[in-house]
């Protein structure tokens, strides 16, 4: 059996905000999500969602209890290999985008993967044209840089950013909530989209809407976390089928890449050979759910 994307055990988190004050943010959180789930997590200010996501991004550590992304216990890492570890098993979309403004579209994507010296500039330059033609990027703007795009493209570049590096998950911090109507039903069908192709997204936030999208809502209040029945996806904001088609095809051309880096990798002994068994079953899995 495989592991979690995230598993998150008796997790607790106080912070003391003075001599006698201390305010328990968390209290004894249990949570699993597998790989392949579409979560929201909501709930009223205060309730503890922000420490969770937090602590689920490895920013924060528990002040007891444990925390395993992908089987791998980060309770005890230091914080050097945990910025290690975030780059390459975490992929974060945030409210307000947070791209480099002096890189382009296409460098703010590129980016992570040169960071993880995984990927040649020509492997990572490759990589980010086909993200960012999955999120419907348009490629007349792929120089543009941050201050020379709307919300919604930004947006789509910060979402391409994410999926750079193959993360366990995907953390989404009020993913809609910088943009109007049209962007954010964009938005969420192309994260709709991401998650049938078998990525595991994690959305926190305040907005009922945005959860119904999701096929499982965790609700969270005084440091606690309560589980709903898991529920069905809306049928709105639907794809049409020659879209969805499209995007399938760009999704297997992304993957066929993807294996050649990881053959490359393992036949100049850049990774074992556990590891490349792993990530060819990994690709493999992906590619059958895409074909469904």
């Not at 990774?271 to 990994?282: M, P």
């Amino acid at each position: 059996m495989s592991s979690p994307a995230l598993e998150c055990r008796d997790v607790s988190k106080t912070y003391v905000m003075g001599r006698d004050i201390e305010v328990k943010a968390l209290k004894n959180v249990s949570l699993r999500i597998e790989k392949g789930d579409f979560v929201s997590i909501i709930g009223p200010s205060g309730s503890g969602k922000s420490t969770l996501l937090h602590i689920a991004g490895t920013l924060d550590k528990p002040t007891s209890g444990k925390v395993l992304i992908d089987g791998v216990d980060v309770t005890g890492l230091s914080e050097s290999q945990l910025s290690v570890f975030r780059k390459n098993k975490i992929g974060f979309i945030f409210q307000f985008f947070n791209l480099l403004t002096n890189l382009s579209a296409l460098e703010n994507v590129m980016l992570p993967m040169l960071l993880s010296k995984r990927y040649t500039a020509k492997e990572a330059r490759l990589k980010a044209l086909y993200l960012l033609r999955l999120v419907g990027f348009q490629e007349d703007r792929l120089k543009n840089t941050p201050n020379r795009l709307s919300g919604g493209q930004q947006q789509k570049v910060a979402i391409a950013r994410a999926l750079a590096n193959n993360p366990a998950y995907i953390l989404a911090d009020e993913p809609t909530g910088n943009l109007d109507v049209s962007s954010s039903a964009e938005i969420v069908t192309i994260l709709r989209l991401l998650n049938g192709f078998g990525n595991t997204i994690i959305i926190v936030t305040h907005n009922v809407e945005l959860t119904k999208v999701t096929n499982r809502v965790l609700f969270m209040n005084d440091g606690h976390i309560y589980e709903e029945a898991p529920r069905s996806f809306l049928d709105s904001v639907p794809m049409e089928d020659e879209s969805t088609m499209l995007k399938k095809k760009i999704q297997l051309d992304l993957l066929k890449l993807e294996k050649e880096n990881v053959e490359r990798l393992f036949k100049s002994r850049a990774i074992s050979g556990e590891t490349y068994e792993k990530a060819l079953k990994s690709i493999e899995e992906k590619e059958a759910r895409v074909k469904q």
